[in-house]
């Protein structure tokens, strides 16, 4: 199972990145998935969440009307668009795969640092 993050790197504030996840290993549509992002020192938290067939989306508030999350059952990618970046939007932002049921399975990347500065 490989979760692989892409798309990081260093933008000004109020610019854009799109991230990007690959999936393989597993049975990409059946899994819901989502970003999370981890500052050092601080506990992970949710960014935004995309059911296995992209009909239910879920953002945290500080990334409403920011950020994008999108998926392709076709090519196991998901995707997260980042507009209008704030210096607190500074993290690496992880890639989590996750099925719930009997016995539930949590997938996670290794992350991408992205980090906005003028």
């Known amino acids: 199972v490989q979760l692989v993050e892409s798309g990081g790197g260093l933008v000004q504030p109020g610019g854009s990145l799109r991230l990007s996840c690959a999936a393989s290993?597993?049975?990409?549509?059946?899994?819901?998935m989502s970003w999370y992002r981890q500052v050092p020192g601080k506990e992970r938290e949710l960014v935004a969440t995309?059911?296995?067939?992209?009909?239910?989306?879920d953002y945290a508030d500080f990334v409403k009307g920011r950020f994008t999350i999108t998926r392709d059952n076709a090519k196991n990618m998901v995707y997260l668009q980042m507009d209008s970046l704030k210096a607190e939007d500074t993290a690496v932002y992880i890639c989590?795969?996750?099925?719930?049921?009997?016995?539930?399975?949590?997938?996670w990347g290794q992350g991408t640092q992205v980090t906005v500065s003028p």
């Open positions: 995309v059911s296995s067939i992209g009909g239910k989306i």
């Open positions: 290993g597993f049975t990409f549509s059946n899994y819901v």
């Open positions: 989590n795969a996750f099925r719930g049921g009997l016995y539930q399975i949590d997938y």
